[in-house]
């Protein structure tokens, strides 16, 4: 069983984590809980946990701190982070850190179950193979590249590197299952190697894991210089024989065999430029380098956007505001995995909302599950874009379309039942439309629609029903009565409580004394 440590600031959220998640479940076990980073450090070098679930904004130390020195003391300890939809600008620096994975707040089981399922496999690889899946990768290609054959390439002698990949290989390996996508990946060898005889003769071939494969040819050889007619006849057949595109990433210079393991990563570095660039393409690491800046300022504006939207029945409006939301990205070429947490929160907040509505609220969470684990899988940001359009145009035709009809009931029952519960503590628009994941606008539409009373003078008219069961006790003070149903400015509650019976709070108490003589 794997050793967990939870580190919050929020004592009563470390408290229900601690408490309320079946952790053994999980094959986990808390071994402790710390409220900041500093704190945390200590108990993890008592602890040695195998996995640290930690906020990123803490007091004395932040998340990230902590992260990098537990990183530095164990390189192979798992870092989950507990983070908020408007902290999205720290993530670019988390993943620096390496974190294995995110919960955007609100979380809910069945998405800790998953980020620490991830964090467990990765444990797991590192028992199994220390180094990691690169590391046997470029053992493979070693062998492969010294490995003696005629007409290989003579002792000395340079070559250039690619790396060749299946475009979108997650996605498709969903779609066709494990036997299949091996029958694929090999049709596609079959069709690279062909290529390559056509072209001339040395050359290596390797077939690695998840579609890749690794490439070395002569740079004299017409492969390099593919023109792009070439390169488009190729994919084209891969396309006709098995619905697939191939991209392929190459090194920016020609290398010798000591240096084939820097050429390997340039080219595999190449290959993620396709996640702007686009599929099907030959990317070239110097000519293909995007910037990878992460500028998010304006996305949470833009989220509130989507969000109201769909609040609002407003299809044309909330697919137009996700148009905004994606450029944003692909404009700042941000970093694949900071697109992925904020489409994840974009999500998030969306199916939170509509949890609240459904009359099937664990098939909501269910769907929202695979969406989120479909959205991983996508390497390049069009595909991604067009995938939560589908789903955004999905939640329109499900939720929205009698959205008003269905659900302005059980809106409003809440929203009273919350004033209910709420009515002696100061409380705003802005409260209500948290707990009712609403809009404030919205918030205010369904209600006035539904009732014919706005949300502040419903909560005034209860607030008057209850100062009067106060009022009755002459033990009670009039500006404690004030208090007791939520207003701090005494005089100002007399004079609505004057509007609303005619006479003043005192007046009225003595009224109720004459009558009980």
């Not at 049709?187 to 190697?193: D, M, S, T, Y």
């Not at 809440?414 to 809009?439: D, F, G």
């Amino acid at each position: 069983m794997y050793k967990l440590l939870l580190v919050e600031d929020e004592r009563i959220l470390l408290e229900d984590l601690r408490d309320s998640v079946d952790w053994i479940s999980m094959g986990v076990e808390v071994v402790g809980t710390a409220w900041n980073g500093s704190d945390a450090l200590k108990k993890a070098e008592q602890l040695q946990p195998d996995i640290v679930i930690t906020d990123i904004k803490m007091p004395v130390m932040d998340g990230l701190e902590l992260a990098k020195r537990l990183k530095e003391r164990d390189n192979g300890i798992q870092i989950i982070f507990i983070t908020g939809y408007d902290e999205l600008q720290y993530v670019k620096t988390a993943l620096e850190v390496e974190a294995v994975g995110y919960l955007l707040k609100p979380f809910n089981f069945s998405e800790i179950r998953y980020v620490l399922d991830k964090a467990k496999l990765h444990l797991a690889t590192q028992k199994d193979a220390e180094y990691g899946r690169r590391a046997q990768e470029e053992a493979k290609i070693r062998n492969l590249l010294l490995a003696p054959k005629d007409g290989d390439f003579k002792p000395g002698e340079d070559f250039i590197v690619m790396v060749a990949s299946i475009d979108n290989y997650q996605i498709v390996l969903k779609e066709k299952g494990n036997t299949a996508m091996q029958e694929l990946v090999n049709g596609v060898q079959l069709l690279l190697e062909e290529a390559l005889k056509r072209c001339g003769h040395q050359y290596k071939l390797l077939s690695l894991e998840e579609g890749r494969y690794f490439i070395a040819v002569s740079p004299k050889h017409e492969f390099v210089d593919l023109s792009i007619t070439k390169w488009k006849i190729l994919n084209d057949l891969i396309k006709k024989e098995h619905n697939v595109t191939l991209s392929i990433g190459q090194c920016d210079r020609q290398v010798k065999l000591n240096k084939f393991s820097e050429a390997y990563h340039q080219a595999l570095s190449a290959l993620g430029n396709r996640f702007f660039l686009g599929h099907g393409q030959i990317m070239i690491s110097s000519a293909s380098s995007v910037r990878t800046t992460s500028n998010l300022r304006e996305i949470p504006e833009i989220e509130e956007e989507i969000i109201d939207a769909v609040c609002h029945n407003q299809r044309a409006e909330a697919i137009s505001y996700l148009e905004n939301y994606f450029e944003l990205f692909r404009t700042e070429k941000t970093q694949r995995d900071i697109v992925v947490v904020g489409v994840y929160n974009l999500i998030n907040r969306l199916y939170e909302y509509f949890y609240k509505l459904d009359k099937n609220p664990d098939a909501v969470l269910r769907e929202k599950g695979e969406i989120l684990s479909t959205i991983e899988c996508y390497d390049n940001i069009i595909c991604m874009h067009n995938y939560v359009k589908g789903k955004l145009n999905s939640i329109f035709n499900r939720f929205c379309t009698d959205m008003d009809a269905d659900h302005s009931h059980s809106v409003v029952a809440r929203v009273k039942q919350y004033l209910e519960e709420h009515y002696a503590e100061p409380i705003t628009i802005e409260n209500i439309s948290q707990e009712m994941y609403l809009t404030p606008s919205r918030l205010r539409s369904v209600f006035k629609n539904y009732t014919g009373k706005t949300i502040h003078d419903y909560l005034t008219d209860l607030r008057m029903r209850k100062s009067l069961e106060l009022i009755g006790d002459p033990a009670i003070r009039i500006k404690d009565v004030a208090y007791g149903v939520g207003y701090e400015n005494v005089s100002y509650f007399c004079i609505l409580f004057s509007k609303y019976y005619g006479m003043s709070p005192g007046q009225y108490r003595d009224r109720l004394l004459e009558r009980q003589v």
